[in-house]
């Protein structure tokens, strides 16, 4: 490959890049992603240079003017907003530059447009096609701006006629790029990548180890908002037609515990309903609550009745609901999820603005009921048997058929399972809705016409005959608990999943949940198709959590984990030194009689190892050697030589039972100890160590008097 086209095929992948991030974020409209995607594979083929001969620069420049009332309507009433108007625009002057490419000032206009758009995509998404696309845009950034320097800098030498060609290829008359054909691109091309590993390696360390910025300086990570099917904050009975399942992405569940251990029929419970009036359920109270704030997390509960927490991360995609999930019972909810509000019905809301994606912990007590503990003669308050037996009009049949699908529980709550294992056995799941659409009772058809229908009819009934018996019921809408992607070890929940369950009040474990609805037929997968997917998805949520969410907690985290195992580590070594140096002596025991010459002959082995050992195992003899190197090492630091020095002269002190009070300043501690035999030596250290500290920068350090009046110290203590 010579030199001309190397030079132009990187240049289209550093500009590339930058579209492909732009569009990546899914923010732009494909007919501008269409028609630049049309301008940039053009004016590859085409003679770029030809057409900027024949269309003058007045005409380029009356079109770039000419764009700026439509960038205003953009902004007023298309796009309507500033960052998506910009990016607009960018495509608009990238397009009409690749079109008329010909100059090195026009390849460099187009690199920082490039740019640009990268940074545009910073703002409008952080996913891993950003990561990829930032790493095209750095490895080609590079090879890009070193042949442009060559390019740039051969033409203007051989203008100058500076130097003379030797090498004068056909396709290359009058270029002034005849120094470099044949050109050594492979060679380039593994430089460059070795540039960018280097890069990379030295960005990673700084990533993780520089100072996060406060929560509230993060933006989070941004989407197209996704309206879900199956889950909003209302039901409605009665309709006709067929619900169509969608299978997007609503949000990825990491648990704490295995799947072995988590529950079975696990939920993430999103909001509830209380009153229903006879075709639709509904809150009949729509007052929000703040949370007090405890830490990192809003503590939702003072009590909790079990000991087999779940601990949940939640990666939400951009929804159209400010409901938070989390599995029942919630007992708090990281302050990640914003400003956290929550209702009557124990419904949790945090608000966010569009295309906003989030990221939360939430700390559950799942209520696993011994039935054995629940009693009938239990109190239960009255807001809620005046809230949750509420009932549009008491229907005879649902009530005898609620009465005979329980006659043989002998407690309410069985009744309460035996009404949920009546659903289970004697209905049939559909997707398909039939009946009379005007029908005042719609759940009366379900039950005594239709017989089959999805989780929201199954759930309904189950409430509704609740009441009727007279135990406190609720509706519950959010999701199963979705795919577990063993690779990211994590549950996949789509908008199939979404869900409606019942809630029933019993004492003294408040509210437990039922599930009246069959299970929904799995949704056949080629065994290929998901281990791409589940690869994928657990790559995304990796860049997600490792890398877009890695804030202060999280970096104080993985060093306190890193620290911890280097102590491990140092423990582990010690120990084995300690068996080592046991077993040599049993080893040498029995090469040597116990004699005199024996023992000396010993000991002239075990000598050479006497300070290393001492160093390592008697503490002050370690840490004067440790101090001395740290000064040795960092002499021409006057802070940290003050400080070190006065550290010594503190643990001297404290070896001979003299110890600083906590909150007496240096100062204070020296001047009480003025009339002991170490104050003189004392005084003196610590005017040394406050004039170093706390004075003006670049105070030279006396070494010589420090180390003086550190010996004095030394003497005066051993006096004694």
């Known amino acids: 490959m010579n030199f001309a086209r190397f030079f132009k095929t990187y240049s289209y992948c550093l500009i590339g890049s930058g579209f492909l991030a732009v569009g990546a974020t899914g923010a732009i409209n494909w007919i501008a992603m269409a028609l630049f995607g049309g301008f940039f594979i053009g004016s590859w083929f085409i003679d770029t240079a030809a057409l900027r001969r024949r269309i003058p620069a007045w005409v380029l420049n009356c079109l770039a003017v000419a ?22 625009l960018i495509f608009f002057l990238a397009a009409l530059r690749l079109l008329t490419l010909a100059q090195d000032r026009d390849y460099l206009l187009l690199y920082l447009l490039s740019f640009a758009k990268l940074l545009a995509a910073t703002a409008l998404t952080a996913n891993i096609v950003f990561g990829l696309c930032f790493l095209a845009f750095l490895l080609s950034g590079i090879v ?21 060609p030797f090498v004068t290829p056909q396709n290359l008359k009058g270029t002034g790029l005849e120094l470099f054909s044949p050109f050594p691109a492979a060679t380039l091309h593994w430089t460059a990548i070795g540039i ?12 993780l180890l520089l100072p996060r910025s406060g929560s509230g300086g993060f933006k989070p990570p941004t989407g197209k908002t996704r309206y879900i099917s199956g889950f909003s904050d209302h039901v409605e009975l009665g309709r006709l037609g067929t619900i169509k399942q969608s299978d997007a992405l609503v ?73 938070v999930f989390a599995a029942h019972k919630a007992l708090a909810v990281s302050r990640e999820a914003g400003w956290l509000q929550r209702d009557s019905t124990e419904s949790l809301y945090a608000e966010r603005g569009p295309q906003k994606k989030l990221r939360y912990d939430a700390i559950s007590d799942p209520i696993r009921p011994d039935p ?18 509420q009932l549009p009009s008491r229907n005879p049949r649902i009530s005898d058929l609620a009465a005979a699908a329980t006659r043989e529980a002998p407690t309410k709550y069985a009744q309460a399972r035996a009404l949920e294992q009546y659903l289970l056995t004697h209905y049939r799941y559909s997707l398909n809705l039939r009946g009379t659409p005007n029908n005042p009772d719609p759940l009366a058809v379900f039950l005594f016409d239709i017989r089959e229908g999805h989780c929201e009819y199954f759930a309904s009934a189950m409430a509704i005959m609740l009441r009727h018996l007279g135990i406190p019921s609720r509706l519950v809408n959010g999701f199963r608990m979705g795919e577990y992607n063993r690779i990211g070890e994590n549950y996949t929940v789509r908008q199939y999943h979404a869900h409606s369950w019942v809630e029933a009040y019993f004492p003294p474990y408040g509210w437990i949940e039922f599930d009246p609805t069959p299970a929904d037929p799995q949704r056949p997968r080629a065994a290929f198709i998901q281990i791409l997917s589940n690869l994928t998805e657990a790559i995304d949520l990796w860049w997600w959590e490792g890398v877009v969410n890695f804030d202060a907690y999280r970096q104080y985290r993985m060093i306190s984990d890193l620290l911890a195992r280097l102590e491990d580590v140092r423990i582990r070594a010690k120990n084995l030194l300690k068996i080592v140096l046991a077993d040599s002596l049993s080893g040498i025991s029995q090469f040597f009689p116990r004699s005199a010459p024996a023992l000396i002959k010993e000991w002239m082995l075990w000598m050479p190892w006497v300070p290393a050992v001492l160093v390592m195992f008697i503490r002050p003899w370690r840490k004067r050697i440790f101090s001395l190197i740290r000064r040795r090492r960092f002499r021409k630091n006057a802070r940290l030589m003050a400080g070190s020095f006065y550290t010594e002269a503190l643990e001297m002190l404290e070896k001979y039972g003299i110890k600083r009070a906590r909150g007496e300043t240096p100062l204070e501690f020296a001047q009480n100890l003025a009339h002991h035999p170490t104050g003189l030596p004392l005084l003196a250290l610590t005017r040394i160590f406050n004039a170093i500290r706390f004075g003006p920068p670049g105070v030279p350090f006396p070494r010589e008097e420090a180390e003086t009046q550190l010996h004095s110290l030394r003497r005066s203590l051993r006096r004694r």
């Open 196 to 207: 960018a590993l280097f890069v990379l390696a030295l960005a990673v360390p700084l990533f």
């Open 251 to 323: 949000m990825r569940v990491r648990a704490s515990q295995p799947p072995a251990e988590l529950p079975a029929d696990l939920k993430w419970r999103g909001i509830s309903f209380d009153y229903y009036d006879g075709r639709s359920w509904r809150r009949s109270d729509l007052r929000r609550h703040p949370i007090p704030v405890q830490g990192r997390y809003y503590k939702l509960e003072n009590s909790a009745q079990g000991t087999k927490w779940i601990h949940q991360s939640f990666f939400i995609e951009a929804l159209s609901t400010d409901v």
């Open 372 to 389: 054995g503990n629940i009693s009938d003669c239990e109190p239960i308050p009255g807001e809620i048997l005046t809230t949750y037996l």
């Open 144 to 164: 890009t701006l070193v042949l442009f320097e060559m390019r740039r800098s051969s033409v203007g030498m051989l203008s100058r006629a500076a130097v003379q």
């Open 67 to 88: 764009y700026l009332p439509f960038f205003a309507i953009d902004l007023g009433l298309v796009s309507r907003s500033f960052l998506i108007s910009t990016v607009h």
